[in-house]
């Protein structure tokens, strides 16, 4: 009796500081990303862009996607997103949709070269890196850096030797998300078994521009624990 009544007690405190720090609200700001972005083009040459709309939850979801050029003399662009690059010179390519009448988008300057010129380099995305912060009782801090693996559609996720997680919790994972408040539509990197120091994870078919943030949860209560934006 006085072990069921032990194992209760702490089955409680362990519940109500999760329970504690539940989030109801998952709301998050819809966004729009160009998934293919390039530095620029030679003349006559074709790029076909690609972007992925993500809803007030963080979900892919499909959208009406407006595409213009700043300078159509420079380059035109259809209504599936194929550009065409006409002559040499500098425009811009914008990608819109609107929800709920709020115009929502993402850009991408381009160079136009002539035919025996070198296209500059498309925008840096290969690494990207972020700060662990708490959202709950427990700790967890530190930074990261997630990289692309070249000649692979897999990240390498590296946290430094200031990370730090506590190790009470009944079931800690760790997610790549698009919405720093669910699970719903994220990826399981896997159960957190490190909890001090540097250490790596390997994330197989996912691109560095799949997902926002990193997000620690406590899953057997299904609650955030911490977070960390990717940039």
Partial sequence: MTYKYTFYILFTVILTSCIGEDIIDDFVEPSLRINNPI??????ETH???????????????????WSSSNDNIVSITNEGVATALTEGQTTITAIVTDNGVAIEDTNAITIVASDE??????ASDSKNG????????VLEGDFTLSAIENTNNLNLSLNSNY???????G????????????????????VQVFNGEHEYIITNTDINDFKYLLYWCKPFRVKVGEAEIK
């Fill in 131 to 138: 700060s662990l912060k708490t959202t709950s009782s427990y």
């Fill in 118 to 123: 070198e296209v500059p380099d498309p925008p």
């Fill in 39 to 44: 530095g620029g083009l030679k003349v006559n």
């Fill in 172 to 191: 800690l994972y760790l997610y790549l998300t698009n919405n720093p408040n669910s699970v719903n539509g994220a990826k399981e990197v896997g159960k």
């Fill in 164 to 170: 730090k997680a506590d190790n009470s919790l009944p």
């Fill in 48 to 66: 076909n862009f690609i972007a992925t709309y993500f809803n007030n939850v963080g979900e892919e979801a499909s959208a009406n996607i407006t």
